[in-house]
């Protein structure tokens, strides 16, 4: 079973490969991987909401989920699991971007991204949800597309990202609720 999944997840990537890869797309890919590379959109869009108070709980909870991710994808699962990427595995597939120097499994940048949408669908606007939910889904194909990671790497980014994302959305209450939290701090965050 495990060598039929191996054996459709390169088929797959060489599919992209073969019948996918354009120009203008390979550019859009570029970008959307560019905006993953170390949570740098995520990290901007809660920067920015810090300077509302209608929006500074929901960018402390999508930050403390990019923690979450982080420690557990990036920090701990990878190096548990040393999946090596595709690139090193399948001689004809072409990567498309400079050689990640970690392991494959799971995806960071798609654990990243789907926990942050997690908690931008349930905090913010639906429409601020939705957009980060695209610009989710976007990465998280980019990453395929590219050549770096294979299709499980990102379906379990993903899976790990909203459950980081639900985390964060129960755990950010009680952390505003810590007794020796000083109470201009909660009033900052609108606690």
């Excluded at 790497?153 to 129960?170: E, N, P, Q, R």
């Amino acid at each position: 079973m495990r060598h039929r999944i191996q054996h459709w997840e390169q088929q797959t990537l060489l599919w992209f490969q073969e019948r996918l890869r354009r120009a203008w797309l390979t550019a859009a890919m570029k970008t959307a991987t560019f905006l993953g590379n170390g949570g740098i959109l995520w990290l901007t869009a809660c920067a920015c909401l810090l300077f509302r108070q209608q929006t500074r709980r929901a960018s402390l909870t999508a930050l403390l989920s990019l923690v979450f991710s982080a420690l557990v994808c990036n920090a701990f699962l990878k190096n548990l699991v040393e999946r090596a990427r595709p690139f090193d595995k399948i001689p004809s597939l072409q990567f498309l971007i400079r050689k990640p120097h970690d392991f494959s499994f799971p995806s960071g940048h798609t654990s990243s991204s789907f926990a942050v949408a997690t908690v931008f669908l349930a905090m913010l606007p639906l429409w601020v949800g939705v957009a980060a939910l695209t610009i989710a889904v976007l990465i998280a194909f980019s990453r395929m597309y590219l050549g770096v990671h294979y299709p499980s790497d990102v379906l379990c980014g993903a899976v790990l990202g909203v459950l980081f994302g639900l985390a964060a959305l129960a755990v950010m209450p009680l952390l505003l609720r810590i007794s020796w939290l000083p109470e201009a701090v909660r009033t900052w965050v609108g606690a």
